[in-house]
């Protein structure tokens, strides 16, 4: 995987995002900062207009939330994020980057006629994914077609899990920026992440374990693959999670919503519609901030699924 240029010296690279991040709005009591007549959200606010990406439907509601959530403390926070395409970039000097599929699809893995295979499946079923004239209803069997189909061909290659290290330092992968001091943040904070995902758990988690940012308070929920004794694909363990089934999916893990059953404040991040429902198991909800990552052909409808 090429590394992002700041995880080459990782001294350094500490040094680097403390300074980057050092007028973020880290703490966990509002105090009045540089400016005596802001106060640290009006700043956060002045900072993040300079965007002019960025798009809140109501503003009053997301500072009311954030006050909220602040207010409460750390200890009531849980942050659930989609992979790829929200953590993951989507894009990297023009060239588009991969998914957790598309890593196992472009390595030394998968012989040229699978890898034929998925493209044709990717030219078929991703221009239905990001299609904003179908329903999810219209589109939520041909997603499950879409999976379906490419597990299978993955099954079929013999891959062997000791070459997964391989695709991934070999792929293109990156995370975010911003992404250092996202993940460190959060684990200084002991705030727990919930990676929550439809692409390949043992990719994902090779992507971060190569960026070093796979810390204790982060859990993920995806497609494993199970491997036979030798070490060779077999099978895809548990209820497949695709992209519109994240409902069902956090339902099944009642168990770890239940252990953070006091933290009823969530950032939730996403890219998809479906990564909208992530939140679904959490318990006794008071406030939640959904962020989307608004990556290809976005309809209004999509923009305002997320914006407040
Ligand atoms: P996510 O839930 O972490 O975003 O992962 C789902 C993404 O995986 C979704 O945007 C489509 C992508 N994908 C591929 O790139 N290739 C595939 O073969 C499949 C099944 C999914
Ligand atoms: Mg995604």
């Known amino acids: 995987m090429r590394k992002n240029k700041n995880k080459r010296q990782p001294a350094k690279r500490k ?80 060239k588009r980057c991969p998914t957790c599929h598309n890593i196992l699809e472009r390595s030394d893995a998968i012989s040229s006629d699978c890898k034929k295979k998925l493209q ?40 062997k899990k000791a070459g997964l290290a391989k695709a991934v330092k070999d792929s293109e992968a990156k995370l975010r920026d911003g992404y250092q001091y996202f993940f460190d943040h959060l684990n200084e904070h002991s705030i727990p992440l919930l990676i929550f995902s439809a ?9 971060i374990r190569q960026t070093e940012v796979f810390h204790p308070n982060v859990k993920v929920i995806s497609n494993y693959m199970d491997f036979d004794e030798s070490g060779v694909l077999k099978a895809f363990k548990g209820e497949l999670i695709h992209i519109y089934n994240k409902k069902e999916g956090a ?18 991040l996403g890219d998809s519609l479906g990564d909208l429902n992530m939140a679904d198991g959490v318990q006794d909800m008071e406030n939640i901030l959904k962020i989307g990552f608004l990556n290809d052909k976005v309809s209004k409808k999509h923009a305002r699924s997320y914006a407040h």
């Open 15 to 94: 040094a680097a995002s403390q300074t980057q991040n050092s007028k973020r709005p880290c703490s966990d009591s509002p105090k009045r900062t540089e400016n005596p007549q802001l106060t640290p959200f009006e700043i956060f606010f002045k900072e993040i207009e300079k965007f002019s990406k960025l798009h809140m439907k109501d503003r009053d509601r997301v500072q009311e939330i954030l006050q909220s959530m602040q207010k409460a403390g750390s200890k009531t926070l849980q942050v659930i994020s989609d992979f790829d395409m929200t953590l993951t970039r989507f894009e990297y000097n023009g």
């Open 199 to 207: 692409g390949i758990g043992d990719i994902l988690e090779e992507v």
């Open 251 to 268: 339902l099944l893990n009642t168990g770890h919503f239940q252990e953070l059953r006091t933290r009823t404040n969530v950032l939730l």
């Open 120 to 159: 044709e499946l990717l030219d078929k079923y991703y221009p239905i994914e990001i299609d904003s004239t179908l329903s999810v209803e219209e589109k939520l069997p041909l997603m499950v077609e879409w999976w379906t189909k490419a597990h299978e061909l993955l099954v079929n290659q013999k891959i």
